[in-house]
């Protein structure tokens, strides 16, 4: 929807005056701000946005005659409706009786009828015709009168009876003006005879009324025979007994000069003036003004075309230029930042006849006895103002920069102790002040009728934003993310004599730690819940009452009480628990437009006067009526409005009835259910939720939610009902709206193909039965050829087992021999190595012996020798070479065959050293066995490589070790 809707950017600046003997509405504005002012501009109306009149249905739903047709508000959505020979309306006006909506306009008139879908249907009722003048043509007003509905244009007044459709008229003595309804009496002007009364179907003069030429815009009626007339330019006269005059009020003169266009009486008497220069005056019955509204003050323009009072009390307005709603029966007002230019309030405060603001900014004053009184700052006051206090009749001043007085007007410092968060007054000693300061707490003591800064509180420096005296008089000092501080002060009040703290190891006691005062007592506050001190167990216990009294509130950062009022901020509220003997009020819903703009636990609520509060938000102040009067909390809500019902498919969307008397008949393919809803009697912004309940789908609501449409896509055929209800800021809940619905069956599921299905169940039954007894005969075959399968296979596999059995035997006999032929050489190894081993101790004998020889003489050299000699046969003997070569036969057959026949030119030598080189013997251990030395074990080595004709490159042992 493109809709320019202001909600806080028209919030701004009435001007500053004081009406604190004056309501405009039921409760109306206080002190010196604005109500909520929310625009729809000329943008919404397509470019023509001249609003001639403005009614509301009796279920809250807003209509507008402008001159591109009707217009329909709902509180969501705007929608157009225009017909080829009724675009031009002037005038538009709902009969409660027949719940019909008239309008007139250019051309002629008739009334709306709603189809079934919701949808505005016009039915012309009367049609100017073409040889007709345009002052015939042309129906400037509608209203009704003992029955008849009553429409006028400049030549005559014609009178409907809506039950007969009969019309009979009246012709104009000269040429009509205008209609005006006052306290069920109609009157119309006519330009040269002046007012007249519709009794009946006769028009009764009122004598002495026609000096105003067609310019009368409004009557009142007074009394029967006194009348208040409201003209265009000669503002407003008293007519009584027959005569005429002027009133002798001051407002008269700024009416006169801004031109009156419009009026509106209001139910408590009240008057409200549409000017075309200067916006809107609101005065009461004695014309003493309470209000002025123009574009400086919030309004989209100053020339007021049309007035409307609604079901609520609230005010429309229609410009040349689109439409204004004054939410004016709130009990709320606002001084926003946008004009007065005073920043973010955090204190506010009244003395006498002053205002005092404290800001981001610094402190202003507001002169609450001057009407055109504007904020001022105080000079010298530049910088953040954190709290501004009325004690003994002195204002005080918490300051980034420290403690301040105001003096007669003037800005004294009597601390400098940066941060001055708060004023606490000694509870038994009337010369003692305190102020909690950004690190610690000071001192300050009247002398001589004067206060002066003495000390700080020795041994604690922490920040000291929240204090507060028990009833014992100790000091306590919260800090939202530590726990509880509390002091016991020296007589004197001067001194900290025990300290003791209380954090966040306490059961009881989590982060956003608070504490306040109900009806005397302290109270602590944090997540966990609320409590009380027992200096008995010197510990903290829930209190019952303050948990019942901020029951469902969560998240409490500030709580402050007036008598039966508890004003609280939480994280996403703000509002207050109005007790009325043992029942609790929860206020919420006046202040749903500012509920995010608080400022948290850093929020200031001050009472100005009786009833009436002050509220600090980060653009500006807010004041508040407390109590709200039961007109304004009680009841429920009104209950929702299904505006439209839309069945949604790939391929199409078709409109459903938005109140049917039988369940709607939704088409399987359109089974994605769009509805519309609307609560027009709260106008959007107002921040009610919304609770739906589909049986069918599920029993259970769903959650409160902030939405104007549901949607429920790819429902199951089957029978729904759906149940919508909303609540209001106040947690009140409307009466439930019921809408029931079915979502049909596919094609393919109705009777005809159920029936077909049937028989073609029959007939399938038949045709499996014969196909199983076929299937059966051939599965009889399947099978046996399946056995003879089996049994090949079980042959085929008895084969295939054998066959692998052999293999692993061949395998195992394999292993056997190759165990065999490492047991082999590892016994041809041993012998080797035996031989060597004898071999070598043989040598070493026969070396020891030749030492001997050398060393003896020639009988026993001679005994020597021959022992030399047996020692060289047993090295050199035949039979361990024949004993080796047969069990290197055995461990490897044929070697010396296969090389013999590769290389024929070997020796016994060259064999022999093959057989050691293929056992992987070294040089040292082949000399040994060989009985030669290692160096002849070598060349022999080389002779063979020349023999096997090795390159340099190959290994003589892997070329031995291959055959």
Not at 124 to 143: D, K, P, Q, T
Not at 196 to 218: C, Q, R, S, W, Y
Not at 606 to 631: E, M, T
Not at 889 to 899: L, Q, S, T, V, Y
Request: net charge neutral; hydrophobic share 35%; charged share 25%.
């Amino acid at each position: 929807m493109n809709m320019r809707i202001s909600l806080f950017s028209r919030l701004i600046l009435l001007g500053f005056g004081f009406f604190s003997s004056y309501t405009v509405w039921g409760q109306g504005p206080v002190e010196q701000g604005v109500s909520l002012i929310k625009s729809f501009a000329r943008e919404q109306f397509r470019g023509d946005g001249k609003i001639w009149d403005i009614t509301q249905d009796g279920d809250g739903i807003m209509y507008f005659a402008a001159n591109n047709g009707l217009w329909e508000y709902d509180g969501t959505r705007w929608t157009n409706y225009t017909n080829p020979l009724h675009n031009n309306l002037r005038a538009v006006h709902y009969n409660k009786e027949d719940q019909i909506l008239y309008s007139a306009g250019y051309g002629g008139f008739g009334f709306w009828k709603k189809d079934e879908k919701g949808e505005l249907n016009y039915y012309e009722i009367y049609s100017a015709g073409l040889e007709e003048s345009n002052h015939a043509a042309e129906f400037w007003s509608v209203g009704e009168l003992e029955g008849h509905i009553l429409f006028q244009s400049f030549e005559k007044l014609f009178f409907y009876t809506p039950g007969t459709q009969t019309m009979d008229s009246i012709d104009a003595p000269s040429v009509f003006s205008f209609l005006h309804k006052s306290k069920g009496r109609v009157f119309v002007e006519d330009y040269v005879e002046g007012l007249f009364e519709v009794v009946g179907d006769e028009l009764v003069k009122i004598p002495n009324t026609g000096v105003f030429g067609g310019g009368i815009v409004g009557i009142s009626v007074v009394e029967d025979n006194e009348l208040l007339i409201v003209s265009d330019d000669d503002g407003v006269f008293e007519w009584k007994d027959g005569v005429l005059r002027s009133k002798r009020w001051r407002l008269n003169v700024g009416l006169k000069r801004d031109r009156i266009y419009s009026f509106q009486e209001l139910d408590n008497g009240n008057l409200v003036f549409g000017t075309i220069m200067n916006g809107i005056y609101v005065s009461n019955k004695r014309g003493v003004r309470l209000l002025h509204f123009d574009t400086r003050k919030g309004l989209e323009k100053n020339t007021i075309l049309s007035l409307f009072l609604d079901h609520q009390t609230n005010l429309w307005l229609g410009l040349d230029g689109g439409v204004n709603y004054l939410k004016i029966n709130s009990g709320i007002s606002y001084l926003l930042d946008e004009i007065a230019k005073i920043g973010t309030v955090y204190a506010s405060q009244r003395m006498l006849k002053m205002h005092y603001i404290g800001s981001n900014q610094g402190l202003y004053t507001l002169d609450l006895r001057k009407e055109s009184s504007r904020p001022r700052l105080v000079k010298g006051s530049q910088g953040q103002v954190w709290s501004v206090e009325n004690i003994d009749q002195q204002i005080w001043i918490g300051h980034h920069k420290g403690a301040f007085l105001l003096k007669e007007g003037a800005f004294t410092q009597i601390s400098n102790e940066p941060g001055a968060w708060i004023f606490q007054k000694h509870p038994k000693r009337d010369d003692i002040v305190y102020s909690g300061n950004y690190f610690g707490i000071c001192v300050y003591k009247k002398i001589q009728g004067e206060w002066k800064f003495i000390t700080k509180l020795n041994t604690f420096n922490e920040s000291a934003r929240f204090m507060e005296f028990d009833n014992i008089g100790r000091l306590w000092v919260a800090h939202p993310s530590k726990g509880y501080y509390r002091l016991l002060l020296s007589n004197d009040g001067l001194a900290i004599e025990k300290m003791d703290f209380f954090g966040m190891d306490n059961q009881n006691i989590e982060r956003y730690a608070y504490m306040t005062r109900i009806d005397g007592n302290l109270i602590f506050f944090n997540p966990q819940g609320f409590f009380q001190f027992d200096e008995v167990d010197n510990d903290f216990y829930q209190s019952r009452y303050a948990t019942e009294l901020f029951e469902g509130v969560e998240n409490l950062s500030r709580i402050e009480q007036f008598g039966d009022i508890f004003w609280y901020i939480s994280k996403n509220s703000l509002g207050f628990i109005q007790r009325e003997g043992n029942e609790f009020k929860n206020i919420q819903e006046p202040f749903a437009h500012f509920r995010n703009k608080h400022l948290g636990d850093f929020t200031s609520i001050s009472k100005l006067r009786k009833n009436i509060f002050s509220i600090g938000i980060y653009d500006g102040l807010v004041f508040c009526r407390a109590p709200v009067p039961d007109s304004l909390v009680a009841g429920s809500p009104a209950a929702p409005i299904i505006r439209g019902v839309n069945l949604i498919s790939s391929k199409d969307t078709i409109a459903a009835s938005i109140a049917p008397s039988d369940p709607v008949s939704v088409p399987y393919r359109n089974n994605f259910i769009e509805f519309k809803i609307a609560t027009p009697n709260a106008p959007e912004g107002d921040f009610w939720k919304v609770q739906y309940q589909l049986k069918g789908l599920t029993d259970d609501w769903s959650d409160w939610i902030n939405r104007k449409q549901l949607n429920f896509p790819n429902l199951s055929p089957g029978d729904y009902e759906l149940n919508l209800r909303v609540m209001d800021g106040n947690g009140n809940m409307s009466p439930i709206v019921t809408y029931s619905f079915e979502v049909e069956h596919p094609w393919y599921l109705g009777t005809f193909f159920i029936v077909l299905y049937a028989l073609l169940v029959v007939a399938v039954f038949f045709m499996i039965r014969e196909y199983f007894r076929r299937k059966a005969l051939k599965e009889k075959e399947r099978l046996q050829k399946k056995d003879e399968e089996k049994m090949q296979r079980q042959k085929e596999k008895y084969e295939r087992e054998k066959l692998e059995s052999e293999k692993r035997l061949l395998v195992l006999k394999e292993e056997k021999y190759r165990l065999e032929l490492e047991q082999k050489n590892n016994e041809l190894s041993s012998a080797a190595m035996i031989n060597i081993r004898k071999n070598e101790l043989l040598s070493e004998i026969k070396n020891d012996i030749k030492q001997l020889e050398k060393n003896s003489g020639d009988q026993a050299l001679s005994s020597v020798k021959k022992l030399i000699k047996k020692i060289n046969r047993q090295i050199n003997s035949q039979e361990d070479w024949l004993s080796f070569e047969l069990h290197f036969n055995n461990a490897h057959a044929h070697f010396f065959d296969k090389i013999r026949e590769k290389h024929s030119g070997l020796t016994a030598n060259d064999f022999k050293l093959c057989a050691y080189l293929k056992l992987n013997l070294s040089s040292k251990e082949i000399a040994s066995l060989m009985n030669i030395s290692v160096r002849s074990v070598e060349m022999s080595r080389y002779r063979l490589r020349k023999k096997l004709d090795l390159s340099p490159e190959e290994s003589l042992s892997e070329y031995i070790s291959s055959f």
